[in-house]
């Protein structure tokens, strides 16, 4: 069964940026038509989906988080990549990286374990 | 405010089924058979249990289904049992170039 797993830095300073790496393992990212997908969850909030990235590098991105956002594949190391620049507390939150149920498809089906971003000086 | 519209809480007895619904747009919700539903307990990742507005993964039991009238969808748990007690959130692909909605979800709470 795929598996991902967030890793990166637990603290960003505010006006800093947030960069995440998923590595997924028991499966290959170039596995065609899927779109690797970022969501994140503040503290006792809903969730909102930042993004997502193919592994042949194109993306599409919540509009509202656009111009901060770049997401990233690297295939060699079967990981892809968050940076969220200029970050304020209002980022503090919960990252997930996860992967569609099928191919072209938006239904988040298998999911990292999370991992809690803090933004604070 | 949440682009998509769920009642903040639901409950009913073991055995019982218990509806919820995700209200949108028809740029959203109404303009695609791309919901989503998902189940989350407190401090784990969500768990998908509906695509595409009525299928099931495999593994998630038929006591969850789906379904969608206009720009409602809705989610419903069949059978309660105590450990259907999560949060709940609907998700749908919007046309707008808004890629996915999320809805603010609802905690259902098994009595």
């Known amino acids: 069964q795929l598996q991902l797993q967030e890793s990166g830095p637990g603290l960003v300073k505010p006006s800093g940026t947030l960069s995440l790496t998923c590595t997924v393992s028991?499966?290959?990212?170039?596995?065609?038509?899927?779109?690797w997908g970022w969501i994140r969850q503040p503290p006792g909030k809903e969730l909102e989906w930042i993004g997502s990235?193919?592994?042949?590098?194109?993306?599409y991105y919540n509009p509202s988080l656009n111009s901060r956002v770049t997401m990233s594949v690297d295939t060699s190391k079967n990981q892809f990549s968050l940076r969220l620049r200029s970050v304020t507390a209002a980022d503090t939150a919960v990252y997930y990286c996860?992967?569609?149920?099928?191919?072209?498809?938006?239904?988040?089906?298998?999911w990292g374990l999370g991992t809690l971003v803090t933004v604070s000086s | 405010q949440s682009a998509l519209t769920q009642p903040p809480s639901a409950s009913g007895s073991p055995g019982q089924s218990v509806t919820i619904p995700c209200t949108g747009t028809?740029?959203?919700?109404?303009?695609?058979?791309?919901v989503s539903w998902y189940q989350q307990y407190p401090g784990k990742a969500p768990k998908l249990v509906i695509y595409e507005v009525f299928k099931r993964p495999s593994g998630v039991p038929d006591r969850f289904s789906g379904s969608k009238s206009g720009n409602t969808a809705s989610l419903t748990v069949s059978g309660l049992q105590a450990d259907d007690e999560a949060d709940y959130y609907c998700s749908s692909y919007s046309g707008n170039d808004m890629g996915v909605l999320f809805g603010g979800g609802t905690k259902l709470t098994v009595l």
């Open positions: 028991r499966g290959s990212i170039s596995t065609s038509r899927y779109y």
């Open positions: 028809n740029s959203d919700v109404g303009g695609y058979n791309y």
């Open positions: 996860a992967r569609p149920v099928a191919p072209n498809n938006d239904a988040f089906h298998i």
């Open positions: 990235v193919h592994y042949d590098g194109s993306t």
